[in-house]
């Protein structure tokens, strides 16, 4: 069940990395044709794959059939990604649908139309799969339960990017300016992401309970038992609830939630229709295990780890791959322009870097923080034989091999050899307890470094040379690939300009105004090198002023005012500067702390020139 989870992740990152093009290259009519008829094919080869492992099944072991039903499985699920992949570059179904007034206004119903579809494609599967396990093992559940079990089950990872998604576009809506700007800047967006992630890892549970329509244990012998277990192990539960994942027939349970208040442990119609009660005792001790050894704050450090790692290499990454030769040759052998070809790559890159974190680092502390809930049991009982036997029983009714290895779990077999080897000697538990600390300091110093690299290479001098390395290397491939382009000429004048190099900055802005003589960007960074240009030779205030004005006819942004702004000052023109700085404060959404020195520079220079006086703003 946790690889729908890592599927869906990936169609995220997938859906949230995409840059739709400016024109469509299919009509609408061909491309929801293209997506229908992929549908279709899609769905044959759901059922020619099932047919096969349901006709090689009377050959092999149960094992052996189960391996082949999971192989199955997995190479449609990452098909359905691949045609989820299609429907976005290929058939570029978001164009058509942000042309329709609803989804325009609020693009959170079109993730929700690409998300159902992608969710359509996996039930497929799922539907299909169901009728395969029925002739390996009965799971006692009906199809649609199958199904349906599934999607709920996935549901807590696409939900809370849904309503973030859902709250920035309401607000987008309102007539209030305020939180529009609020969002609109760094600080903000970051404060926002950090209370709303906050919110969820405090009372995601709650809804989840919801989601998964999870009722109350009711009161009586199995309520009372769990609930002394839990006294004695000085843990609290807001509520001991019925998990009804696959019809509540799966031996299993679960503890979701950081505090009492809002924990809740999850236990299933199996675990008391199969399982005694010292068996009972065990898998709850288990589940204690997790709070106890505070797993779950391990988590969501992880995850953090996650995007300190994803944001500290990401863009070195992507710069990298920019410059290289597979991106020229992309761009070429497919058609597609820059920009789909970037969008391409940040999504391939995006997905590497999750697929390794999670699968090599998460997976790592997963099957280990696994196994010390396991030997929690020894803390609570003497032995760990019912443990052992509910293992057994699971292994028995699901119809799975013991020996089925898992990125996130060790294998039963292996599972139960730790158990019965704890049972003869507990010091394996004092040396796995430490096993995992050790782990977890040398995750937590790798976390240091990765920081410490991140900020240097996204903020410091090392990544700034680097970064600049990389774009004007890809630039100039871009120029020699396929001639003189104004754009391009601006983005290497903005390189030299960067650099200090304001001879080659010059010279690069001027070809570029002579492709393109009205674009705003390059009139006003070529008026700021010679407004500011520390090298007195590249001084020209009078036609730096020239440059600017005509930038902001075309364009009043605040970065172009301040600009004028600047060169009316470098002109002895004060008030003029101090009027325009006050337009560009008005206008800022961010970095507003500059803007407000840089008009509190031009009042006291205007009050000082004999200028009228002013009231500051």
């Known amino acids: 069940m946790f690889d729908h989870f890592l599927y869906f992740i990936v169609v995220l990152l997938i859906y949230s990395t995409y840059q739709p093009p400016d024109v469509p290259r299919l009509s609408p009519e061909t491309a929801i044709f293209g997506s229908i008829i992929s549908a279709f094919f899609f769905w044959k080869i759901v059922l020619r794959l099932m047919n096969r492992v349901l006709h090689e099944m009377p050959a092999g072991s149960l094992s052996q059939r189960d391996r082949r039903l999971d192989a199955a499985s997995r190479q449609l699920s990452i098909l359905a990604i691949i045609l989820f992949v ?55 559940v009906t199809k649609r339960e199958y199904v349906l079990s599934n999607i709920s089950f996935a549901l807590p990872v696409v939900l809370p990017w849904l309503v973030l998604s859902a709250t920035v576009d309401i607000i987008g809506l309102l007539p209030f300016e305020a939180p529009k700007k609020f969002l609109a800047s760094s600080e903000g967006e970051s ?52 998990w009804p994942v696959f019809g509540g027939r799966m031996i299993t349970a679960g503890v979701m939630g950081l505090v009492g208040k809002f924990r809740y442990l999850l236990v299933t119609d199996a675990l008391f229709d199969y399982l005694t009660p010292e068996e009972i005792d065990t898998v709850v001790a288990h589940e204690i295990g997790h709070v106890k050894q505070r797993h779950m704050y391990f988590y969501l450090l992880f995850f953090g780890g996650y ?19 597979p991106f020229q040759w992309m761009i070429r052998f497919f058609g597609i322009s820059a920009v789909t070809a970037a969008s391409v790559v940040v999504t391939i890159l995006a997905i590497f870097v999750f697929v390794f974190y999670f699968r090599y680092i998460f997976g790592f502390f997963m099957r280990n923080f696994e196994r010390q809930a396991d030997a929690y049991v020894l803390s609570l009982f003497d032995s760990t034989e019912p443990l052992i036997s509910t293992f057994k029983k699971i292994a028995f009714g699901s119809g799975q091999s013991p020996e089925k290895p898992s990125w996130h779990h060790f294998s039963i077999s292996e599972r139960i050899d730790f158990l019965e080897k704890c049972e003869l000697d507990r010091s394996h538990v004092d040396r796995h307890n430490q096993k995992v600390k050790i782990g977890i300091i040398g995750f937590l110093v790798a976390l240091v470094c990765v920081g410490v690299m991140g900020y240097q290479l996204n903020f410091g001098g090392v990544g700034q040379r680097l970064s600049s390395h990389f774009l004007e290397k890809m630039v100039v491939g871009q120029l020699k690939e396929n001639g003189p382009n104004p754009e391009l000429y601006r983005i290497l004048a903005d390189i030299y300009l960067e650099r200090k190099a304001y001879g080659d900055a010059v010279k690069y802005y001027n070809l570029s105004l002579s492709g393109d003589s009205s674009d705003p960007n390059t009139l006003n960074n070529l008026a700021w090198l010679y407004a500011t240009a520390e090298d007195p030779a590249f001084r020209r205030p009078e036609k730096a002023l020239s440059l600017a004005t005509q930038a902001a006819r075309i364009d009043s942004a605040p970065h172009i005012l301040d600009t004028l702004a600047e060169c009316y000052f470098l002109n002895k023109k004060f008030d003029e500067a101090y009027e325009t700085a006050r337009m560009a404060l008005k206008r800022a959404t961010e970095n507003t702390s500059y803007y407000q020195r840089q008009l509190e520079k031009f009042e006291k220079a205007s009050r000082i020139h004999g200028g009228s006086d002013r009231i500051k703003i």
């Open 307 to 325: 995007l300190l790692f994803y944001y500290s290499v990401f863009e070195i990454l992507l710069s990298f791959f920019f410059v290289t030769k």
């Open 191 to 242: 404060i926002f992401f950090i209370f709303f992630l906050f919110f969820i890892t405090l009372l995601g549970p709650v809804f989840i309970r919801k989601i998964w329509r999870c009722k109350p244990l009711e009161a009586g012998y199995w309520r009372d038992r769990i609930e002394a277990l839990s006294d004695r192990a000085g843990i609290a539960f807001a509520d001991i609830v019925y």
């Open 86 to 140: 299609i429907n976005l570059y290929g058939f570029e179904l978001p164009v058509y649908l942000r042309k329709l007034s609803l989804f325009s206004m609020i693009p959170s119903f079109e993730a929700v139309v690409l998300l159902g579809l992608f969710a359509g494609y996996l039930s497929l599967v799922w539907a299909k799969e169901y009728e395969v396990q029925q002739q390996i093992h009965n799971r006692g």
